[in-house]
């Protein structure tokens, strides 16, 4: 069956939930055994990794239902779900390092995850990481060293949106015996299929598009049967539980998702061409346009672009890039991308990037391109470039 046919059907028992269309939310923590036997079964069965209802953080039939579409979803093997997006990057890193090793990892990604989880909770643990350059493709050989484990990849990067030669990488990755781990968050799962490009271990925040309402903070896991047991052993570990209701509207908005996306795809890159004929903007920072680094790779590999992408605008003072943003109508300032609505915030792209350094000097935005009529967006920008080149 095509992609879109599965996305609709994987997970759903309509024979084991009296006919209902979708998988009801089971809440639970206690579960339980009716004999000695039973429960002796259970212990066996979760040494071997069969999926089960054990205990309430182990998941239940809800977190089951969204974790099998997921991996459907990704062309994945088996996925786990988790509280959040940040959590799932965790746990894909920390499944595979320990003290003394080196991590590889992309100059251009998301944020907190290279403060939080590379400079804070790994380099407490003696994991030590290098920011590679994101274009670097075959070069990430050089870079690659004895205690190298992981090459991470995000792709486009966060911020700023080059996309990287996946598969040059895990090549290099694979014969040096390191995993690839990828933060899939910007495709959705459904405009890039990792496992196809040479990567290992597909993180998620499904915080974004595949909740897609703005409503559950959600992350996934995906992998392959083989590096399934690590991951899983690492989400035990850290006591990771993805709460059932959010588990729910992850596969609810997973539902929607080939309706969704194209709409996303085809506002995000009206906005972007408009705003690359602007006077005002320096620079627009959207794969899916000949001037993003790493266009050839996103026509190569990709199958589209969702809504989000980047702004780089020539030297304007930070009062001018306020009155813009401040006054903006239909793009409110918010962070967590992904859901049915336009959001635009001020990037900092400058104090983030050291391979390379950014080398752009004037403000930047991101802006998410939502499900309203374009029509209004465009006039809203319209109004917003006014007041930034103080014109209005
Ligand atoms: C938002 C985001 C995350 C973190 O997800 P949360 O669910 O907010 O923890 C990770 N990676 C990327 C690319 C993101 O945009």
């Not at 998301?110 to 350059?133: A, H, N, Q």
């Not at 890039?192 to 992350?219: C, N, R, W």
């Not at 899983?232 to 996306?261: F, M, Q, T």
């Amino acid at each position: 069956m095509k992609k879109d046919t599965r996305i609709t059907t994987t997970g759903r028992r309509p024979d084991k939930n009296f006919g209902i269309v979708n998988p009801p939310v089971y809440h639970a923590s206690t579960v339980i055994y009716p004999s000695m036997a039973a429960l002796d079964q259970a212990h066996k069965d979760r040494r071997n990794g069969v999926k089960g209802v054990y205990y309430g953080r182990t998941g239940t039939p809800t977190t089951h239902a969204l974790e099998d579409a997921v991996a459907d979803l990704e062309g994945g093997e088996c996925c786990v779900a988790v509280p959040s997006g940040l959590a799932a990057i965790a746990a894909g890193l920390v499944a595979f390092l320990e003290t003394g090793d080196h991590l590889l990892m992309t100059d251009n990604v998301y944020d907190p995850t290279k403060s939080r989880v590379c400079e804070d909770l790994l380099k407490k643990f003696g994991v030590e990481t290098t920011y590679y350059d994101p274009m670097t493709g075959s070069g990430i050989a050089d870079a690659i060293k004895e205690n190298t484990k992981v090459v991470f990849v995000e792709s486009p990067g966060s911020q700023t949106f080059e996309v990287q030669d996946i598969p040059a990488i895990a090549k290099e990755a694979h014969k040096k015996g390191a995993v690839v781990v990828m933060d899939n968050t910007w495709s959705g799962g459904y405009y890039f299929q990792p496992f196809e490009h040479g990567v290992d271990v597909s993180v998620h925040a499904a915080t974004k598009y595949i909740v897609g309402h703005s409503d559950a903070m959600l992350g996934t896991v995906t992998t392959t049967e083989a590096l399934f047991p690590k991951i899983k052993s690492a989400v035990n570990s850290l006591g990771y539980a993805a709460a059932p209701d959010d588990c729910y509207l992850g596969l609810r908005g997973l539902r929607s998702i080939a309706a969704r996306l194209p709409r996303h795809q085809e506002t995000g890159l009206l906005l972007a061409n408009w705003l690359a004929e602007q006077p005002e903007v320096e620079r627009v920072l959207h794969p899916a346009l000949p001037s993003c680094p790493g266009h050839e790779f996103w026509k190569r590999d990709f199958t589209g672009s969702s809504g989000l992408f980047g702004v780089v605008f020539k030297e304007f003072s930070p009062k001018a890039l306020a009155a813009m943003i401040d006054g903006m109508e239909l793009f409110p300032i918010g962070f967590s991308w992904g859901g049915y609505e336009s959001l635009m915030v001020p990037t900092y792209p400058a104090g983030m990037r050291s391979n390379p350094p950014w080398p752009h000097k004037g403000p930047s935005i991101r802006i998410h391109a939502g499900l309203e009529d374009p029509d209004d967006l465009i006039k809203d920008l319209e109004q917003g470039l006014k007041r930034l080149s103080g014109t209005s």
